[in-house]
């Protein structure tokens, strides 16, 4: 049944997608003309950078909880684990990283543990820099939601949380639990990667004419990647992104030229999972096959 409703709500929200853009055609390939090179670049190097500041994120919380990973074995895990978003369902993720991080001596539980946490932390994160950036006036509804957020995000909250859900799956606790310092590097690190996300925007909407600056950008993007994490029964977010960041930067630019720069984003940004998780696996092979020689 759920996966029926999962199937149902992509079908719809690309259906729909679909007749948006073709209703808009004229006005989205126009928008898609006025993109140069040197910015589409540009723009991808900043969502490679947003990429390693999640990875780096998940990296800090995983070696908090007990699992330090050297840096190319944990990007391989990660950024390959992360190609399982596009994939309907939520648990591809979280299953590829479990198993390819028990070969590295992770127990699954600590790489469940981890990837469930990034959600939170993007979310709360994400919310604030919505906020900060985008105004009281506009968005301070975000601000409702912090408290709940940095409730759940206290360190000794989320052990307790952790500890009983392992007990209703009879399984082992976790050997440490996490600290207020991973936690706040953590975080830091998702700060960073939403400041690198909203680059990618801002050079992407600068070349489509957006009156918006940077600042904008960041909390447009983040505001419209939150909206996207919230609505988790599609793939990545699919449709609902786009649409958000329609919404969202109908201030600064017109329907079609808004609708080329929600589909040119989504498109760099899938091409950025994909350069990473090639180089990060090439990465951990070259490693490993220099140390059998």
């Not at 070696?63 to 939520?90: C, E, M, N, W």
Request: hydrophobic content about 60%; proline content about 4%; some cysteine.
């Amino acid at each position: 049944m759920k996966k029926a409703v999962r199937l149902g709500f992509l079908l719809v929200a690309l259906g729909f997608g679909t007749w948006v853009v073709a209703s808009q055609w004229d006005a989205v390939v126009a928008g898609f003309s006025r993109l140069t090179w040197p910015m589409l670049a540009g723009s991808l190097v900043s969502v490679v950078a947003a990429l390693l500041a999640a990875m780096l994120t998940w990296r800090t919380l995983l070696a908090d909880l007990g699992s330090p990973l050297r840096l190319r074995p944990a990007a391989k895990v990660f950024f390959v684990g992360q190609l399982g978003k596009y994939i309907p369902g939520t648990v591809w993720p979280m299953l590829a990283q479990m198993e390819m991080g028990k070969d590295l001596g992770v127990p699954r539980t600590r790489s469940a543990a981890a990837f469930f946490l990034m959600m939170p932390i993007q979310l709360a994160t994400g919310l604030l820099v919505t906020m900060v950036t985008l105004g009281w006036d506009r968005f301070g509804w975000a601000l409702l939601l912090i408290p709940v957020l940095a409730v759940l995000l206290e360190p000794k909250v989320i052990n307790s949380l952790i500890g009983f859900g392992l007990r209703r799956l009879k399984r082992e606790p976790l050997e440490r639990p996490l600290t207020r310092k991973g936690m706040l590097t953590a975080l830091a690190w998702a700060v960073l990667g939403w400041c690198a996300y909203g680059v990618h925007l801002h050079l992407l909407a600068s070349d489509m004419g957006a009156s918006g600056g940077l600042l904008f950008s960041i909390g447009a993007f983040a505001l419209t990647w939150c909206l996207g994490i919230m609505t988790f029964v599609v793939p990545a977010g699919a449709g609902v992104r786009e649409a958000a960041m329609v919404a969202v930067m109908s201030p600064v630019l017109d329907r079609g030229s808004a609708i080329a720069l929600a589909l040119c984003s989504r498109m760099v940004i899938i091409l950025g999972d994909l350069i990473c998780a090639a180089v990060a696996g090439a990465a951990a092979k070259a490693a490993v096959d220099r140390n059998s020689v």
